[in-house]
C-alpha cells in the first residue's frame, strides 16, 4: 500500500521498519477519539469554507459510518497504515474516494495525535475518579457500621493508642479524596484542545479553533503550537496521579494482607476473594490484596518509563512521543481493575471485632492517657511521660496491666494519683480525645458526615 506521506520517497519502507514504526496495536484504541476529533474537524472546514460544504457533509457521513462498523468489530486494521489516524483515513478513502483526503487540510497527526489523547485522558479521569468515589462510599458504609469497634491504632507496627475501627477506615477516605483532587486538577490542564497547531508551527488556513473546542467539548484552546504538539504534561500528571492513588491502594492491601494473617486475625476474607495453594491443602491466600499491592509497582514504572521518555526531547514533535500511549493505557487499565476490586474485597470481608477489641486489653496503649492524667493535675508532660514508662517497665516486669495496680503502687510512682479509676481502658481513652479529627464518638459522627459532604 501507498504510504499518504510517500511523495518524496523513491523505495518501499522496509518491512521491518513497517513493523517497527507501527502502533496500530496499541493505538487502535483511540479510534473513537480520532473519528470524533475528525468529523468535528470536517464540520470546521466545511463551517469556514475551507472545503467545499458538500465534501465536509460526505467526509462525515463517511466517518459515521466507519464508527458504526468498528463499534460492530467489522473493521480490521491494517498494520501497514502504521496508527489509528491513518487507518481511519484509508478506511475513508475507501468509502468515499478522492473527497477523503480533503480530511487532512491544515491538520497534522501531530496535532491530531495530541488531541485525541488529551479526549482519551478527560474520559479516564473521569473513569477513575468515579471508581474511587465509589470505593470511598463503601469505606464511609464500612464505618457507619463499624463505629463502635475498637481496635490497636499503631506506629512503627506496635500498639501506639486504642482507635475505632471506623477512625482507621476513614483515614483512607481522605486519602483517596486527595487522590480524586489531583485527577480532578490534571483534567483542568488536559481540557486543553491542541488542533490547529498543526505540525508545530500552526496553519495558513482560516481555522475556526474554538468551534472545534465547543464541538469537542473543551474549555479552551493551546496558546503556543510547538507546545502543543510536543506536551504531554497532562499525561505525566494522570501518571503520577494514579501512581499515589496505586500507593493509597497498596497500603490498604498491606494491611488486609497482615490483618488476615492468623497472627492478628484482625479479618476474615471471603472464600470468593481468595485463593488456595497447589500443594498446601489448608491454605487460604489474600492474592487479591497481594495483585493490587505488586500492580502498584507497574503504575511507578509507567510514570518513570514517560518522565524518562520526555527528558531528553528538544521541541517539537519527535517519534519518541509515540511511546505515551502504551504507558497511560496499562496504568488505566490496572486502576479500573484494581479499585473495584479493593471495593469488592472490602464489602465481602468480615471484621472479627472481638479480636480487635481484646487486642487492646493490658497492652499499655492508654499510657499516653495516664501522662496526661498526671499533667493535669500539674506534673510537666516530659516528667509525666517518664513516670507512666516507668509503670509500664514496672508492669512488665510483675505481669501486671495497669489496671491491677493498687492505689499504693500507683502513689509509689507520684503522689498525685488519688485512686485506681483513673487507670481506664480503650473505651476512655478514645472517648477523652474529643478535639476535631480525633477519635470521639461525636467526632468520628462529625467525620462521617464531613466525608459523606465530599461524596454525595
Request: charged share 25%.
Amino acid at each position: 500500500m501507498a504510504k499518504l506521506w510517500g511523495g518524496r520517497f523513491g523505495k518501499e519502507t522496509s518491512e521491518l521498519v513497517d513493523r517497527f514504526n507501527a502502533s496500530i496495536e496499541f493505538d487502535s484504541r483511540l479510534w473513537e477519539y480520532d473519528i470524533k476529533g475528525s468529523i468535528a474537524h470536517a464540520r470546521m472546514l466545511g463551517k469556514a469554507g475551507i472545503i467545499p460544504k458538500e465534501d465536509a457533509d460526505t467526509i462525515v457521513r463517511g466517518l459515521e459510518g466507519i464508527a458504526e462498523d468498528i463499534s460492530a468489530g467489522k473493521v480490521e486494521f491494517d498494520v501497514s497504515a502504521e496508527d489509528i489516524h491513518m487507518n481511519v483515513e484509508k478506511l475513508l478513502r475507501e468509502r468515499i474516494g478522492d473527497v477523503a483526503g480533503r480530511l487532512h487540510t491544515a491538520r497534522s497527526r501531530n496535532d491530531q495525535v495530541a488531541l485525541d489523547l488529551r479526549m482519551y485522558v478527560k474520559d479516564q479521569i473521569s473513569n477513575v475518579n468515579s471508581a474511587i468515589l465509589s470505593l470511598e462510599r463503601a469505606l464511609v458504609s464500612l464505618a457507619e457500621q463499624h463505629k463502635g469497634t475498637v481496635m490497636p491504632g499503631y506506629t512503627h507496627m506496635q500498639h501506639a493508642q486504642p482507635v475505632p475501627l471506623a477512625h482507621h477506615l476513614l483515614a483512607y477516605v481522605w486519602m483517596l479524596n486527595r487522590d480524586r483532587e489531583r485527577f480532578s486538577d490534571c483534567y483542568r490542564r488536559t481540557d486543553v484542545m491542541p488542533l490547529g497547531s498543526g505540525a508545530m508551527a500552526g496553519t495558513s488556513f482560516p481555522l475556526d479553533r474554538r468551534f472545534v473546542a465547543k464541538e469537542l467539548g473543551f474549555s479552551t484552546i493551546s496558546e503556543n503550537s510547538m507546545d502543543a504538539v510536543s506536551d504531554r504534561d497532562f499525561v505525566v500528571e494522570f501518571l503520577s496521579a494514579a501512581s499515589i492513588l496505586g500507593m493509597h491502594l497498596s497500603r490498604f492491601a498491606e494491611e488486609i494482607i497482615i490483618w488476615n494473617t492468623r497472627e492478628f486475625g484482625f479479618v476474615v476474607l471471603d472464600d470468593a476473594m481468595a485463593t488456595g495453594s497447589s500443594l498446601m491443602p489448608q491454605k487460604k491466600n489474600p492474592d487479591v490484596a497481594e495483585l493490587i499491592r505488586g500492580k502498584t509497582g507497574r503504575l511507578y514504572g509507567n510514570l518513570i518509563s514517560m518522565l524518562t521518555t520526555l527528558k531528553g526531547l528538544p521541541l517539537t514533535y519527535n517519534k519518541d512521543l509515540q511511546e505515551d500511549k502504551e504507558p497511560i493505557f496499562d496504568t488505566v487499565d490496572t486502576l479500573l481493575m484494581c479499585v473495584p476490586i479493593l471495593e469488592q474485597l472490602l464489602l465481602t470481608t468480615t471484621f472479627c471485632t472481638d479480636t480487635m477489641s481484646a487486642g487492646v486489653k493490658g497492652d499499655f496503649s492508654n499510657a499516653t492517657d495516664i501522662a496526661d492524667y498526671l499533667v493535669r493535675r500539674g506534673v510537666p508532660f516530659r516528667a509525666a511521660h517518664g513516670i507512666a514508662g516507668r509503670m509500664v517497665q514496672y508492669c512488665e516486669e510483675n505481669k501486671k496491666t495497669f489496671s491491677d495496680l493498687s492505689l499504693e503502687e500507683l502513689k509509689g510512682f507520684s503522689d498525685k494519683f488519688e485512686n485506681t479509676s483513673m487507670v481506664g481502658g480503650a473505651k476512655e481513652s478514645i472517648e477523652a480525645r474529643d478535639i476535631p479529627g480525633s477519635t470521639a464518638p461525636g467526632r468520628i459522627l462529625e467525620q462521617i458526615e464531613a466525608a459523606k459532604r465530599s461524596l454525595y
